[in-house]
């Protein structure tokens, strides 16, 4: 899983992953023991595009999304939520990249 072994390389950072499927976050979390109790990772079940910042959570730097059908154009209204929420988590100068199955691409956030 790409949040795992991001969060083993990130130093002083923290990796927050997502997912709309309770079954894929119960599964993450099984295999993520260790990974959990280092503070640098956090599973949350929730549909990107009802995601929001925990209250006093600060702006992340960067947010990827893999295989997200609200995302790769699936899904455009859903994409047009989810959007706005990932404008509101990310600092202004965040960045967002998406997997569609493809190459991995960098996307501006243009609400």
Do not use: C, W, Y
Not at 6 to 16: E, N
């Amino acid at each position: 899983m790409a949040a795992r072994e991001i969060s083993r390389r990130i130093g002083d950072g923290k990796i927050v992953a997502i997912d709309r499927s309770e079954k894929a976050i119960k599964q993450a979390l099984a295999a993520s023991v260790t990974d959990l109790l280092s503070g640098r990772l956090e599973f949350r079940n929730v549909a990107i595009e009802e995601f929001e910042l925990e209250q006093g959570e600060d702006r992340f730097d960067l947010a990827f999304a893999m295989r997200v059908g609200a995302l790769d154009g699936r899904h455009p209204n859903a994409g047009k939520r989810a959007m706005k929420r990932l404008k509101a988590a990310l600092k202004p100068d965040g960045l967002l990249f998406i997997d569609a199955a493809g190459p991995i691409k960098g996307e501006d956030i243009l609400i």
